[in-house]
């Protein structure tokens, strides 16, 4: 998996490709947990994310319930395998998907 | 097709193989790429619904493929809290463990019409002392042991309950929508799940 963040003033983006599986989960959440602090508008980017399994799912919530604290989180361009275990796990009413 | 045994380890490097190994499988099965893919999530969910219990213990994983079916074997040491099996029996589709295949589980059909009445009465009957001890019994010549099929479904809690919060149960979530069949089975010192993707649908 890579991660690419863009951070405007309080607000960042962080866009993923590839897949986020047990083994890249650890690294994106510790990415988030030591940039999130200040920000009050996050937009994570899947639309080159084309694998998730269930810990890149916790890592999502961990970030979005950061994100209940201090601001907004919005999950933007989800591709369709993704979006269908948002569905499946009832995480497309947890996220903010646009 | 039976592939070779894959002994699971928690470094990342090898589970990555150890997932890589079965994408390739099964689009040697013929499955398409997002089939294909599927079966890495459902690799992926299996172990970690397990997790803790195959890790303690030599556990492995390996595919058997046909024209009909894709089926995923995870063998682990059979774990000796209750809290772990009853994660395990969990897992099924069905809610219960399944009975071993073969001679074993043709004599405990016939030992449970003997000792324990119609051979229509709900009694469930495995050869392996898997589940509590409560509510079951055992035979001394055989060194079988018998359950009474409530005792399995208070062991099994039922698929409908509703999780304690957002991540409860998600892995099962998963697998449960990946593949058409799961069964938990139990032998003497071991535990097998099998899980199934019927390929002809």
Same mark, same amino acid.
């Given at each position: 998996m890579t991660l690419e963040k863009k951070l405007n003033g309080s607000s960042l983006e962080i866009a993923l490709e590839g897949r986020l599986d047990t083994t890249t989960a650890p690294q994106l959440e510790q990415e988030a947990r030591a940039s999130l602090t200040g920000i009050t508008a996050l937009v994570v980017d /899947?639309?080159? /994310?084309?694998y998730i399994s269930s810990a890149g799912l916790r890592t999502l919530l961990v970030m979005q319930k950061i994100m209940n604290i201090q601001g907004t989180m919005v999950v933007r361009g989800a591709t369709e395998p993704v979006r269908e275990i948002f569905d499946l796990t009832g995480f497309s009413d947890i996220l903010t998907l646009e | 097709m039976k592939t070779d045994e894959i002994k699971l380890t928690q470094e990342p490097e090898k589970l990555t193989n150890t997932l890589d190994k079965v994408e390739l499988i099964a689009l040697y099965a013929d499955m398409t790429r997002r089939d294909a893919t599927s079966m890495r999530l459902l690799t992926e969910e299996l172990l970690s619904a397990t997790s803790g219990i195959w890790e303690a213990s030599d556990g492995t994983l390996w595919m058997e493929t046909s024209p009909e079916a894709f089926r995923l074997h995870l063998r682990m040491q059979k774990p000796t809290d209750v809290a772990a099996r009853e994660k395990l029996i969990a897992l099924s589709k069905s809610g219960e463990a399944s009975l071993p295949k073969g001679l074993f589980r043709r004599l405990g059909r016939v030992l449970s019409n003997l000792l324990l009445g119609d051979e229509n009465d709900p009694i469930m009957v495995g050869v392996a002392d898997y589940l509590l001890p409560e509510g079951s019994m055992s035979s001394m010549a055989t060194g079988c042991t018998y359950h009474y099929l409530p005792c399995y479904a208070r062991v099994a809690p039922a698929p409908t309950q509703e999780p304690a919060d957002e991540l409860a149960g998600i892995e099962k979530r998963i697998i449960d929508a990946i593949v058409d069949d799961v069964l938990v089975t139990p032998y003497g010192d071991h535990v097998e799940i099998t899980a199934v993707k019927n390929l002809n649908k």
């Open positions: /899947l639309s080159k /994310l084309d | -």
